[in-house]
Protein backbone atom coordinates (compact mmCIF):
# COMPACT_ATOMS: atom_id res chain seq x y z
CA UNK A 1 0.00 0.00 0.00
CA UNK A 2 1.22 3.48 -0.07
CA UNK A 3 1.33 5.80 2.77
CA UNK A 4 2.82 9.60 3.18
CA UNK A 5 6.26 9.25 5.08
CA UNK A 6 8.20 11.25 7.07
CA UNK A 7 11.93 9.67 6.06
CA UNK A 8 14.11 11.70 8.12
CA UNK A 9 14.82 14.57 10.23
CA UNK A 10 14.83 18.16 9.06
CA UNK A 11 12.44 20.17 6.72
CA UNK A 12 10.51 18.37 3.83
CA UNK A 13 12.14 14.76 3.70
CA UNK A 14 8.11 13.92 3.00
CA UNK A 15 7.04 11.80 0.15
CA UNK A 16 4.47 9.05 -0.86
CA UNK A 17 6.18 5.92 -0.94
CA UNK A 18 4.90 1.54 -0.69
CA UNK A 19 5.10 0.17 2.88
CA UNK A 20 3.93 -3.02 3.70
CA UNK A 21 0.33 -2.95 4.88
CA UNK A 22 0.20 -4.00 9.02
CA UNK A 23 -0.96 -7.06 10.83
CA UNK A 24 -3.31 -6.87 13.92
CA UNK A 25 -1.15 -9.02 16.69
CA UNK A 26 -3.03 -9.26 19.97
CA UNK A 27 -5.23 -6.67 21.34
CA UNK A 28 -4.76 -4.62 18.13
CA UNK A 29 -6.99 -3.86 15.33
CA UNK A 30 -6.22 -2.35 11.53
CA UNK A 31 -8.27 0.27 10.31
CA UNK A 32 -9.09 0.70 6.83
CA UNK A 33 -9.03 4.42 6.62
CA UNK A 34 -11.63 6.29 5.11
CA UNK A 35 -10.77 9.96 5.86
CA UNK A 36 -8.07 11.63 7.57
CA UNK A 37 -7.69 15.29 8.48
CA UNK A 38 -4.52 16.74 7.44
CA UNK A 39 -3.76 19.02 11.14
CA UNK A 40 -0.99 21.92 11.82
CA UNK A 41 0.92 19.52 13.68
CA UNK A 42 1.29 17.59 10.66
CA UNK A 43 2.97 21.27 8.73
CA UNK A 44 5.19 21.45 12.02
CA UNK A 45 6.01 17.85 11.35
CA UNK A 46 6.93 18.41 7.43
CA UNK A 47 9.15 21.53 8.65
CA UNK A 48 10.75 19.56 11.45
CA UNK A 49 9.20 21.63 14.36
CA UNK A 50 7.55 18.42 16.04
CA UNK A 51 9.54 15.67 17.72
CA UNK A 52 9.35 12.77 15.40
CA UNK A 53 10.92 9.31 14.61
CA UNK A 54 11.37 8.58 10.60
CA UNK A 55 10.40 7.11 9.35
CA UNK A 56 6.94 7.42 10.13
CA UNK A 57 3.62 7.34 8.37
CA UNK A 58 2.11 11.04 9.05
CA UNK A 59 -1.56 11.64 10.19
CA UNK A 60 -3.63 11.02 13.15
CA UNK A 61 -7.22 12.59 12.45
CA UNK A 62 -9.54 9.72 11.19
CA UNK A 63 -11.97 7.31 10.92
CA UNK A 64 -12.53 4.51 8.94
CA UNK A 65 -13.93 0.90 9.46
CA UNK A 66 -12.13 -2.26 11.11
CA UNK A 67 -10.56 -4.29 8.56
CA UNK A 68 -8.80 -6.89 10.80
CA UNK A 69 -9.11 -7.84 14.70
CA UNK A 70 -6.28 -9.39 16.48
CA UNK A 71 -5.89 -12.13 19.60
CA UNK A 72 -7.92 -11.58 22.69
CA UNK A 73 -10.15 -8.21 21.40
CA UNK A 74 -13.91 -8.43 21.75
CA UNK A 75 -16.88 -6.03 21.35
CA UNK A 76 -15.07 -4.98 17.91
CA UNK A 77 -15.94 -6.70 14.32
CA UNK A 78 -15.10 -6.39 10.92
CA UNK A 79 -16.91 -3.51 9.29
CA UNK A 80 -17.41 -1.71 12.71
CA UNK A 81 -16.86 2.29 11.93
CA UNK A 82 -14.56 3.46 14.39
CA UNK A 83 -12.32 6.77 15.27
CA UNK A 84 -8.82 6.18 17.12
CA UNK A 85 -7.32 8.10 19.68
CA UNK A 86 -4.09 8.94 18.95
CA UNK A 87 -1.50 7.77 21.97
CA UNK A 88 -0.20 4.39 20.36
CA UNK A 89 1.18 3.48 24.09
CA UNK A 90 1.72 5.47 27.35
CA UNK A 91 2.94 4.21 30.42
CA UNK A 92 -0.05 3.27 32.30
CA UNK A 93 1.55 3.91 35.67
CA UNK A 94 3.11 7.52 36.30
CA UNK A 95 0.93 9.63 38.03
CA UNK A 96 -0.80 11.45 34.74
CA UNK A 97 -2.00 8.23 32.86
CA UNK A 98 -3.48 6.94 36.44
CA UNK A 99 -5.26 10.59 36.59
CA UNK A 100 -6.86 10.25 33.33
CA UNK A 101 -4.15 12.01 31.56
CA UNK A 102 -2.21 10.42 29.12
CA UNK A 103 -1.61 13.32 26.94
CA UNK A 104 1.18 14.02 29.84
CA UNK A 105 2.90 11.09 30.09
CA UNK A 106 6.41 11.78 29.38
CA UNK A 107 6.47 8.03 27.58
CA UNK A 108 3.76 8.28 25.27
CA UNK A 109 4.47 7.38 21.50
CA UNK A 110 1.77 8.93 19.38
CA UNK A 111 0.59 7.74 15.91
CA UNK A 112 1.62 9.99 13.05
CA UNK A 113 4.87 11.15 14.71
CA UNK A 114 6.40 8.04 16.31
CA UNK A 115 4.50 5.43 15.42
CA UNK A 116 2.48 4.70 11.99
CA UNK A 117 -0.20 7.10 11.06
CA UNK A 118 -3.41 7.58 9.56
CA UNK A 119 -2.13 8.93 6.06
CA UNK A 120 -2.40 5.22 4.39
CA UNK A 121 -4.64 2.79 3.63
CA UNK A 122 -4.78 0.89 6.73
CA UNK A 123 -3.56 2.00 10.52
CA UNK A 124 -2.41 -0.47 12.95
CA UNK A 125 -3.74 0.76 16.70
CA UNK A 126 -5.02 -0.76 19.99
CA UNK A 127 -8.17 -1.61 20.18
CA UNK A 128 -8.66 0.19 23.51
CA UNK A 129 -8.43 3.39 21.26
CA UNK A 130 -11.52 2.59 18.93
CA UNK A 131 -14.19 4.99 19.38
CA UNK A 132 -17.85 3.37 17.77
CA UNK A 133 -19.18 6.04 15.15
CA UNK A 134 -22.63 6.80 15.36
CA UNK A 135 -24.31 5.41 12.32
CA UNK A 136 -26.08 9.13 11.41
CA UNK A 137 -22.52 10.55 11.45
CA UNK A 138 -20.89 10.28 7.93
CA UNK A 139 -17.26 9.20 8.42
CA UNK A 140 -15.82 12.30 6.45
CA UNK A 141 -17.24 14.28 9.65
CA UNK A 142 -15.81 11.83 12.09
CA UNK A 143 -12.71 12.20 11.10
CA UNK A 144 -12.70 15.34 13.11
CA UNK A 145 -13.44 13.58 16.50
CA UNK A 146 -9.71 14.42 17.38
CA UNK A 147 -9.75 18.11 16.63
CA UNK A 148 -12.36 18.29 18.81
CA UNK A 149 -12.09 15.94 21.09
CA UNK A 150 -8.55 18.13 21.80
CA UNK A 151 -11.20 20.90 21.62
CA UNK A 152 -13.38 20.16 24.23
CA UNK A 153 -10.19 19.34 26.28
CA UNK A 154 -8.96 22.81 25.79
CA UNK A 155 -11.71 24.88 25.68
CA UNK A 156 -14.40 23.38 27.92
CA UNK A 157 -11.87 21.37 30.67
CA UNK A 158 -8.93 23.31 31.04
CA UNK A 159 -10.05 26.89 29.94
CA UNK A 160 -13.50 26.25 31.61
CA UNK A 161 -15.85 28.56 29.02
CA UNK A 162 -18.71 29.46 30.70
CA UNK A 163 -22.64 30.74 30.13
CA UNK A 164 -22.05 34.53 29.82
CA UNK A 165 -18.68 34.44 29.13
CA UNK A 166 -17.77 37.03 26.49
CA UNK A 167 -14.71 35.29 24.17
CA UNK A 168 -11.89 36.21 21.91
CA UNK A 169 -10.29 33.96 19.51
CA UNK A 170 -7.13 34.10 17.47
CA UNK A 171 -6.72 32.41 14.49
CA UNK A 172 -9.97 31.02 12.16
CA UNK A 173 -8.17 27.65 11.21
CA UNK A 174 -10.04 24.24 12.36
CA UNK A 175 -8.99 24.36 16.17
CA UNK A 176 -10.70 28.31 16.34
CA UNK A 177 -13.84 27.48 14.32
CA UNK A 178 -14.38 24.37 16.08
CA UNK A 179 -14.10 26.61 20.04
CA UNK A 180 -15.97 28.85 18.34
CA UNK A 181 -18.65 26.70 17.59
CA UNK A 182 -18.02 25.13 21.45
CA UNK A 183 -17.93 28.49 22.96
CA UNK A 184 -21.64 29.53 21.33
CA UNK A 185 -23.03 25.80 23.14
CA UNK A 186 -22.32 26.94 25.77
CA UNK A 187 -24.06 30.06 25.95
CA UNK A 188 -21.05 32.47 25.79
CA UNK A 189 -20.38 34.98 23.14
CA UNK A 190 -17.21 35.31 20.68
CA UNK A 191 -15.66 37.34 18.49
CA UNK A 192 -12.73 35.67 16.11
CA UNK A 193 -9.41 37.63 14.85
CA UNK A 194 -7.38 36.88 11.59
CA UNK A 195 -5.54 38.12 8.98
CA UNK A 196 -6.28 39.64 5.46
CA UNK A 197 -5.49 36.25 4.68
CA UNK A 198 -7.95 34.72 6.32
CA UNK A 199 -10.69 36.69 4.69
CA UNK A 200 -12.84 33.61 3.43
CA UNK A 201 -12.99 31.95 7.40
CA UNK A 202 -13.18 34.99 9.36
CA UNK A 203 -16.47 35.13 7.01
CA UNK A 204 -17.10 31.41 7.49
CA UNK A 205 -17.01 32.80 11.59
CA UNK A 206 -19.49 35.22 11.30
CA UNK A 207 -22.19 32.79 9.30
CA UNK A 208 -21.13 30.25 12.18
CA UNK A 209 -22.14 33.00 14.76
CA UNK A 210 -19.28 34.94 15.77
CA UNK A 211 -20.27 38.57 16.88
CA UNK A 212 -17.53 39.80 14.95
CA UNK A 213 -15.18 38.51 12.81
CA UNK A 214 -11.71 40.92 12.88
CA UNK A 215 -9.24 41.48 9.96
CA UNK A 216 -6.54 42.46 12.64
CA UNK A 217 -4.48 43.63 9.86
CA UNK A 218 -7.18 45.75 8.67
CA UNK A 219 -8.31 47.15 11.76
CA UNK A 220 -6.91 50.12 13.47
CA UNK A 221 -8.09 49.86 17.33
CA UNK A 222 -8.59 46.03 17.49
CA UNK A 223 -9.36 46.03 21.47
CA UNK A 224 -11.43 49.11 20.67
CA UNK A 225 -13.52 46.52 18.14
CA UNK A 226 -13.89 43.70 20.39
CA UNK A 227 -14.97 45.30 23.48
CA UNK A 228 -17.93 47.34 20.98
CA UNK A 229 -18.25 43.25 19.61
CA UNK A 230 -19.04 42.26 23.10
CA UNK A 231 -20.49 45.00 25.04
CA UNK A 232 -17.32 44.76 27.75
CA UNK A 233 -14.40 46.25 28.83
CA UNK A 234 -11.88 43.35 26.96
CA UNK A 235 -12.86 39.72 26.84
CA UNK A 236 -13.50 37.49 29.61
CA UNK A 237 -11.27 34.54 28.26
CA UNK A 238 -8.76 34.16 25.35
CA UNK A 239 -8.21 31.33 23.45
CA UNK A 240 -5.27 31.60 20.80
CA UNK A 241 -5.15 28.93 18.33
CA UNK A 242 -3.33 30.45 15.44
CA UNK A 243 0.30 29.23 16.87
CA UNK A 244 0.96 33.15 15.75
CA UNK A 245 3.59 35.31 18.20
CA UNK A 246 1.83 38.09 17.16
CA UNK A 247 -1.61 37.00 17.84
CA UNK A 248 -0.55 35.87 21.14
CA UNK A 249 0.54 39.27 21.64
CA UNK A 250 -3.05 40.77 20.98
CA UNK A 251 -4.47 38.72 22.56
CA UNK A 252 -3.26 40.00 25.73
CA UNK A 253 -4.13 43.45 24.77
CA UNK A 254 -7.27 42.70 24.59
CA UNK A 255 -8.46 39.78 27.50
CA UNK A 256 -9.91 41.68 30.47
CA UNK A 257 -8.47 42.36 33.80
CA UNK A 258 -8.72 39.43 35.81
CA UNK A 259 -9.43 37.09 32.63
CA UNK A 260 -8.15 34.13 31.57
CA UNK A 261 -5.61 33.30 28.41
CA UNK A 262 -5.90 29.44 26.86
CA UNK A 263 -3.43 28.54 24.42
CA UNK A 264 -3.91 25.74 22.26
CA UNK A 265 -1.50 26.44 19.16
CA UNK A 266 1.53 25.85 18.89
CA UNK A 267 4.38 28.25 17.95
CA UNK A 268 7.09 25.35 16.71
CA UNK A 269 9.55 27.73 18.34
CA UNK A 270 10.24 29.92 21.05
CA UNK A 271 7.71 33.29 21.73
CA UNK A 272 8.24 36.31 23.11
CA UNK A 273 5.61 38.05 24.94
CA UNK A 274 5.37 40.41 27.65
CA UNK A 275 4.66 38.63 30.41
CA UNK A 276 4.11 41.45 32.81
CA UNK A 277 0.89 41.76 31.40
CA UNK A 278 -0.18 38.32 33.26
CA UNK A 279 0.87 40.25 36.25
CA UNK A 280 -0.63 43.82 35.64
CA UNK A 281 -3.81 42.40 34.69
CA UNK A 282 -3.90 39.77 36.83
CA UNK A 283 -4.53 36.70 34.46
CA UNK A 284 -5.01 33.18 34.45
CA UNK A 285 -2.65 31.62 31.86
CA UNK A 286 -3.70 28.08 30.50
CA UNK A 287 -2.07 25.57 27.92
CA UNK A 288 -3.68 22.65 26.88
CA UNK A 289 -2.26 19.49 25.10
CA UNK A 290 -3.90 16.90 22.94
CA UNK A 291 -6.98 15.17 24.06
CA UNK A 292 -7.90 12.98 27.38
CA UNK A 293 -10.39 9.88 26.85
CA UNK A 294 -13.46 11.53 28.23
CA UNK A 295 -13.12 14.11 25.75
CA UNK A 296 -13.61 11.83 22.45
CA UNK A 297 -17.39 10.44 23.41
CA UNK A 298 -18.06 13.99 24.27
CA UNK A 299 -16.66 15.22 20.89
CA UNK A 300 -18.53 12.60 19.16
CA UNK A 301 -21.66 13.79 20.74
CA UNK A 302 -21.36 16.84 19.56
CA UNK A 303 -20.55 16.07 16.06
CA UNK A 304 -23.48 13.59 15.28
CA UNK A 305 -26.29 15.88 17.70
CA UNK A 306 -25.47 18.72 15.19
CA UNK A 307 -23.98 21.08 17.82
CA UNK A 308 -20.76 21.27 15.84
CA UNK A 309 -21.45 21.45 12.10
CA UNK A 310 -18.95 19.34 10.59
CA UNK A 311 -19.70 19.76 6.83
CA UNK A 312 -18.78 23.77 6.63
CA UNK A 313 -15.41 23.25 7.57
CA UNK A 314 -14.81 19.97 5.21
CA UNK A 315 -13.25 22.05 2.60
CA UNK A 316 -11.15 20.30 0.35
CA UNK A 317 -10.25 16.34 -0.31
CA UNK A 318 -7.44 14.89 -1.90
CA UNK A 319 -6.25 11.10 -2.84
CA UNK A 320 -2.95 10.53 -0.75
CA UNK A 321 -0.90 10.52 -4.40
CA UNK A 322 -1.70 14.28 -4.58
CA UNK A 323 -0.11 14.45 -0.81
CA UNK A 324 1.53 18.07 -2.19
CA UNK A 325 -1.60 19.80 -3.59
CA UNK A 326 -3.58 18.85 -0.29
CA UNK A 327 -0.30 20.32 1.65
CA UNK A 328 -0.48 23.50 -0.43
CA UNK A 329 -3.28 23.83 0.23
CA UNK A 330 -3.25 23.67 4.22
CA UNK A 331 -0.73 26.25 3.70
CA UNK A 332 -2.35 28.70 1.53
CA UNK A 333 -5.23 28.72 3.67
CA UNK A 334 -7.73 28.11 1.14
CA UNK A 335 -10.04 26.08 3.07
CA UNK A 336 -10.76 25.16 6.23
CA UNK A 337 -10.04 21.06 6.72
CA UNK A 338 -8.15 19.65 4.41
CA UNK A 339 -8.81 15.45 3.89
CA UNK A 340 -7.02 12.90 2.20
CA UNK A 341 -9.24 9.81 1.44
CA UNK A 342 -6.96 6.75 1.19
Sequence with gaps: MIAVRKLARGPDHVAVVDVEEPSAGPGQVVVEVVAAGICGTDVHIVDDEFATEPPVTMGHELAGTVAHVGAGVEGWAVGDRVTSETYFSTCGRCRHCRRGRPNLCSARRSIGSKENGAFAHMLLVPAANLHRVPDALPLEHAALTEPLACTVHGVLDVAGVRAGDRVAISGPGPIGLLALQLVLASGARAVVLGTGADA???????????????????????????????????????????????????????????????????????????????????????????????????????????????????????????????????????????????
Design 200 to 342: SRLALARELGASAAIDVEAEHEVAGAVEDALDADGADLVVECSGAEAAAGTLLNVVARGGRFSQMGLYGRPARLDQDVVCYKELTVTGTNASVPSSWPRALRLLADGSVDAERLLTHRYRLEAWEDALAAVRSKQGVKVLLSP
